[in-house]
């Protein structure tokens, strides 16, 4: 990654083991994932030793250690869209697409993950495709929406 | 840019925004809240605005896009005053026509109004929809006048007028008396009281002491801390500011989730604010109170919402709880005297402080004061965000303002307080809501998720749902919460999938009880109610699942199985075309069949079906 972002990110932190989590919240929403290289840097810079940063990018949900896909389709599966059926959805990607949550399609064109809640219950069960968030989803629904992910890099690559 | 130096200034700024609301003939409140944006509120914004541009109406109509107004299920909508008119699931291509027909001419689109889903009628004015009369609405009604983005709007509502008289000669012993007098207790889920809170750590000694706003809002079903953040979010900073002179404290920080992005972006947004215009610094008022306040996200660890999890995942680590025998207000974040309270919890500290104690305990039970916003969802009509005085039965919630069973099945519970809460039974619903009631019922007001589950939600599920969830997010820490849960899990697993033994029923009552006397902080403490609720009030359906191998609701996978009902069947094909585990066959017209052994059980077919053909035994 460019050294130059990692810089911009870390501009006012320096030296404040105290800003690991957002140093590495904001590197995680920058790049899709902690690369290893990054997390040495932080390290060194904010002044926590390497075992302790990879202990906070284990405990937190947020980070990943792998790359992500360029589509992130996150399963809302709070309680209130578990009574209306989320748990259809998580089969509805795994026979789709033959992954668990948490992976990756082997192209790297989608990571399925799944949340705990969005707070977006009144409208569920939602599924956030990248940043925006879809209500009422169904399994058809999801179905076109990963077949569209999908199909985007096709036309792309004849492009 | 007008710095706020005095009460008078803020006065100033309330004449300019009067006067220039004034000048418009009308106005139209647009929300776009999370939910708002899911339903594609963002792009009816575009469309109005271009809309009134090209009709040349920016002058005469004022819009005013707010946060959340709490009818989730009816959105996009648009609020037009005067006149209280609502329109509901507004798209962006209708936005020509409600301009020129409603904004020019004054004419009310039927087509728009609620249509009430109990009686059918149309509804033209916000104020007379079942789902707002029974409402209370205190913190949510603030939100129409306030565009987030916008301090002036706030400090037009009266905004940071409580503060004002504050600093201009109310001594912190005052304020914390007062918030006592109130009677206000924690909204994030044990109810503790506010002012007691603050009293200790006002006494605490030491000169560094920090206040924290809790929007870790984990609990899922629970969505109002969100809401509260987004749409008010001066709100929430000037009730931290109360409380930090209160308690002499200098630094605050907002510890929000960072699965609520457009709640960190509003917070941040309005701490820039008030920065800008002096209400965070130095000298604030020209007093000698200093304060400033800082976001902090969290990273996605339900555990987080506990108090010293949280306080030390401010700190940058791992964010583990700690034994709570030196309590947070004389030790907590690094180790000062810390006040940790939840958004909804600082929302209701200016108007306590502009309106006094009274006015506050006016409303509410002897033990419980003032309103509870609570995050109505699951199986009824009307979902969204409900603020009702404490003390509301929950039959009132759940029938007037939620309009009762969603698909014509019949309530069986209510699930409140999230993971830490219980289910409460349809028999139990004249219950009114307030901390303790709840409690002695066997669940817990939570942060106020009310999920409510019908005839085709199995209990056994339920729980084997939450303790999936809390084995997931224990951190690990105590052996009884990270082994209980899990041993627990593994029980309630066999039941579900149709190999549990009678005496495992007594076993899991009694590790429930265990882990709940024996676990470490908050977390574990609770986790074994969502079991203990269930073996109390729904043991039946334990043992048709044990005794029986059966599931009455029709949800456990291993104890059903799907067919087709010939009668029913068109031989349409979608379903055949859909399954992913092909175990569907038939030919076009044909009645359709469903290979029992392939099935996967995966419900993909019954949201597919248009004729209800696939049955559930």
Request: hydrophobic share 40%.
């Amino acid at each position: 990654m460019a050294m130059m972002n990692l810089d911009s990110i870390l501009e006012g932190r320096r030296s404040q083991p105290h800003m690991l989590v957002e140093v590495m919240l904001d590197l995680q929403d920058q790049e899709g994932y902690l690369p290893e290289e990054a997390l040495k840097t932080v390290s060194k810079e904010l002044g926590v030793p390497l075992i302790d940063v990879y202990r906070v990018a284990h405990f937190y949900k947020a980070f990943s250690l792998k790359p992500r896909g360029k589509n992130v389709i996150t399963i809302c599966t709070g309680t209130a869209c578990h009574v209306r059926g989320s748990d259809l959805l998580v089969n509805q990607v795994k026979g789709q697409l033959g992954i668990e949550p948490g992976d990756t399609t082997p192209d790297g064109q989608i990571t399925v993950e799944c949340v705990n809640c969005v707070g977006a219950c009144a409208l569920g069960p939602i599924v956030v495709h990248n940043e925006s968030y879809c209500k009422n989803m169904t399994p058809g629904k999801l179905r076109k929406k990963i077949d569209k992910a999908a199909g985007v890099k096709k036309e792309k690559k004849h492009a | 840019m007008p710095r706020v130096s005095h009460a008078k200034d803020l006065e100033i700024i309330r004449t300019q925004v009067d006067g220039k609301r004034n000048r418009a003939r009308l106005e139209m409140v647009i929300p776009n809240g999370t939910c708002c944006q899911a339903s594609g509120s963002a792009a009816l914004i575009d469309a109005v605005r271009a809309e009134l541009a090209r009709q040349g109406l920016l002058q005469d109509v004022a819009l005013r896009v707010t946060g959340c107004l709490g009818f989730c299920e009816q959105e996009p909508v648009i609020l037009i005053e005067p006149g209280n008119i609502l329109y509901c699931h507004v798209a962006a291509k209708d936005a020509a026509e409600i301009v020129s027909r409603t904004a020019q001419k004054g004419e009310i689109l039927e087509q728009f109004l609620f249509a009430d889903p109990v009686s059918g009628k149309r509804i033209q004015m916000e104020s007379d929809i079942p789902f707002y009369k029974a409402q209370t609405r205190q913190l949510i009604r603030m939100h129409r006048f306030v565009d987030p983005f916008s301090i002036d709007d706030y400090i037009a509502t009266g905004g940071y007028k409580a503060i004002a008289k504050v600093l201009a000669g109310v001594k912190p012993e005052e304020i914390i008396a007062e918030v006592k007098a109130a009677g206000l207790r924690g909204r994030g889920g044990a109810g503790f009281p506010t002012g007691r809170k603050w009293e200790e750590a006002h006494e605490a000694p030491g000169d560094e002491k920090y206040v924290i706003c809790n929007a870790d809002e984990g609990d899922p079903g629970a969505y109002m801390d969100r809401c509260l953040l987004e749409a008010n979010p001066h709100e929430v900073l000037e009730g931290m500011m109360i409380g930090a002179y209160a308690v002499g404290a200098n630094k605050g920080y907002i510890y929000v989730r960072r699965e609520y992005p457009l709640a960190v972006k509003h917070a941040r947004i309005a701490i820039g604010q008030a920065r800008e215009y002096g209400l965070l610094g130095d000298n604030i008022l020209g007093s000698n109170f200093c304060f400033d306040v800082e976001v902090a996200r969290g990273g996605g660890a339900f555990v987080c919402g506990e108090s010293t999890a949280l306080m030390t995942s401010i700190e940058g680590k791992v964010g583990e709880p700690r034994a709570k025998d030196v309590h947070t207000v004389k030790e907590g974040l690094w180790n000062r005297p810390t006040v940790l309270n939840n958004v909804e919890t600082w929302a209701n500290v200016p108007s306590i402080m502009l309106n006094g104690a009274k006015w506050f305990a006016s409303r509410g039970t002897d033990s419980s004061k003032g309103t509870k916003i609570l995050a109505l969802t699951g199986q009824v009509k009307n979902t969204g965000l409900v603020e009702v005085a404490m003390g509301t039965p929950i039959r009132t919630i759940v029938y007037d303002i939620g309009g009762g069973p969603k698909n014509g099945n019949k309530i069986k519970a209510v699930q409140t307080g999230g993971p830490s809460g219980g289910c409460i039974p349809e028999r139990l619903f004249d219950l009114p809501v307030d901390f303790d009631a709840l409690w002695d019922a066997g669940s817990m007001m939570g942060s106020g998720g009310m999920v409510v589950m019908d005839d085709k939600t199995c209990m056994v599920d339920v729980a084997r749902y939450f303790l999936k969830f809390l084995q997931d997010e224990s951190c690990g820490k105590c052996v009884p919460c990270r082994v209980g849960i899990d041993r627990m899990l593994e029980i309630v697993t066999d039941i579900a999938e149709g190999h549990g033994r009678p005496e495992q029923i007594p076993l899991l009552q009694e590790l429930a009880e265990t882990v709940a006397e024996a676990s470490l902080c908050g977390l574990g403490k609770s986790a074994p109610n969502p079991v203990l609720s269930t073996l109390r009030y729904f043991i039946d359906e334990y043992t048709a699942h044990v005794h029986g191998r059966q599931c009455p609701a029709g949800v456990c996978k291993a104890l059903i199985t799907y067919a087709i009902d010939a009668e029913k069947c068109t031989g349409c094909g979608v379903c055949l075309k859909s399954c992913p585990h092909d175990s569907i066959t038939g030919e076009k017209k044909k009645v359709h069949i469903i290979d029992a052994g392939l099935c996967q059980k995966c419900g993909i077919c019954i949201s597919e079906c248009k004729f209800d053909a696939i049955t559930v035994k």
